[in-house]
């Protein structure tokens, strides 16, 4: 007989409200490598309305309203929200002063605010404070619906996020054993993209979907973000677009058995957001960055959840995809097709942080050209993800390439669902004008994974001389 969690309510109640209850945050370092997976959708900016008029709360077929904030009032709602007040670099290398001040979160016109204020000090310098609320041990739920319409901010250093963390920390332990739902994080210098991830382990494992829009931006208008939390997957949405799906994570403590699956996300969450100020990921601001502007607006937050879910539940067995009939691992490595460069089918060209260029596939080959080169290595990158790598198996990339001119470039093997280490480590390497075939091999020494990613890294090496890449391989030597 099926399992079966009912749940006629399960907001979570407890003693200590309106007090500031720290939460678990303790947010990955991203920095050494690209923010993204395989998971990306592109779509033109569609128009979203406000809803502030409680009667136009929707309904959505097979669930039940739990609990909504239509910030119709004039002040935060205290018996739904807390502030969580932190010192600057309480976590992630980030500047800002987190406080209750009602200059840093308030409510206007139907939307909660949270602003990000720079003022000089005595010293001289610049001191930076913001918000961050939380639902914590006010509306602490276990699976459901969680949708929230949000207008970001833009700037350089500025860092929206809407995410959930577990009520109880300890149950499975610190970050990220307690596991951590990020439903929507934008990178206030690169509007065009959001981000949803889920952070689980240890050792520490992720996975993460993102949306570019090909017009607009995030900052430009009100957009909804939402996860579909159940007790054996997650699905996030944009505006109704799912970018991402996920059902299979783990967590342990080192040196012990993994805890039953679906851990840890069987437990209750609480939903937070909060406006960083710099930090390892977004980069600190500079004069560019507008704080009159600074401002992250939610219109809504509304939870649903349905009648009852199945926890009967099993963590899916792992699929590796099969090598070609020659052996290599790498789909479409002769570039004999012209494939689409930005879908999630074999090869896909990214950008970030400054970078710009272009990828084309011609006569077997793929011709990168950068017009920038971005503030990191990742900037301008080429990637093919789900690889398999066993562990115990010895691994061989091949390839050919060249420059226009003498360029470094840095290629690698990565893990972008654990952790992002290395498979085959950061490899510097100097590519010459006439055409020339590396050769690497390595030894897979970490647990099975289905998604290992090949990466070509061309950003921030001094130069922008176009590349040719042909001819390549990854395979298993016996």
């Known amino acids: 007989m099926k399992k079966r969690l009912k749940l006629i309510a399960t907001i ?33 900016e569609p128009e979203l309305k406000n809803q502030t008029d409680p009667d136009q709360v929707r309904e959505i077929p097979g669930y039940t309203l739990l609990w909504n904030d239509e910030f119709n009032g ?40 949270i602003k990000a204020i720079a003022d000089k000090g005595d010293d001289g310098k610049v001191h930076y404070t913001s918000g961050k ?24 250093g500025l ?21 951590e739902i990020d439903i929507m994080e934008v ?45 054996g997957e997650m699905r996030f949405y944009i505006d109704g677009t799912k970018i991402l799906t996920v059902n299979d994570w783990f967590t342990a403590v080192a040196g012990e058995e993994e805890k039953p699956y679906p851990a840890p996300f069987n437990q209750t969450f609480f ?23 600074a401002e992250f607006e939610i219109n809504y937050v509304r939870v649903y959840q349905k009648p009852e879910y199945d926890t009967n539940v099993r963590k899916p067995e792992m699929n590796f995809r099969d090598p070609l009939e020659d052996g290599n691992l790498i789909y479409n490595g002769d570039f004999a097709e012209a494939e689409d460069l930005a879908d999630d089918i074999n090869w896909k060209f990214l950008l970030f942080h400054g970078g710009e260029g272009s990828a084309e596939i011609k006569d077997g080959t793929i011709i990168i050209t950068s017009q920038k080169e971005g503030t990191e290595e990742y900037s301008v990158q080429l990637v093919q993800p789900e690889l398999p790598m066993i562990k115990g198996k010895k691994y061989k990339i091949t390839f050919d390439a060249y420059a226009a001119e003498e360029r ?21 390497m100097t590519l010459s004008t006439d055409w020339e075939t590396y050769t690497f091999e390595f030894d897979m020494t970490e647990k099975n994974d289905n998604n290992g990613r090949l990466e070509f890294n061309m950003g921030k090496r001094g130069s922008i001389a176009q590349i040719f890449i042909r001819n390549v391989r990854v395979e298993v030597i016996e």
């Open 408 to 428: 470094d470039i840095v290629v690698c093997v990565s893990a972008p669902t654990n952790g992002w280490i290395r498979y085959f480590p950061d490899t510097l």
């Open 187 to 231: 990178l206030g210098n690169q509007t065009n993209i959001a981000y949803s991830t889920i952070h689980y382990g240890e050792p520490h494992g992720q996975q993460q979907g993102m949306l570019t829009l090909d017009n607009g931006s995030f900052a430009s208008g009100f957009h909804e973000y939402s996860v579909e939390w159940e007790p």
């Open 159 to 179: 860092w929206p996020a809407i995410w959930m963390m577990p009520t109880d920390e300890s149950f499975y332990g610190q970050w990220p054993k307690c596991g």
């Open 133 to 156: 609320v939380t639902t914590q041990r006010k509306k602490d739920f276990m699976y459901g619906k969680v949708v929230v319409s949000a207008k970001v901010p833009e700037g350089q």
């Open 74 to 113: 004039t002040a935060m709602d205290m018996t739904t929200w807390n502030y969580e007040p932190h010192e600057p670099g309480w976590t992630n290398n980030e500047l800002q002063e987190y406080t209750e001040s009602e200059e840093n979160v308030f409510v206007r016109d139907g939307a909660l605010v």
């Open 271 to 293: 939903v937070q957001m909060n406006l960083a100020v710099g930090g390892d990921w977004p980069g600190n601001p500079d004069e560019t960055t507008d704080f009159s502007k």
């Open 12 to 44: 979570c109640v407890f003693a200590v409200a309106g007090s500031a209850i720290a939460g678990c945050e303790s947010k990955p370092d991203v920095s050494a490598t690209a923010p993204t997976t395989q998971l990306t959708t592109t779509t033109a």
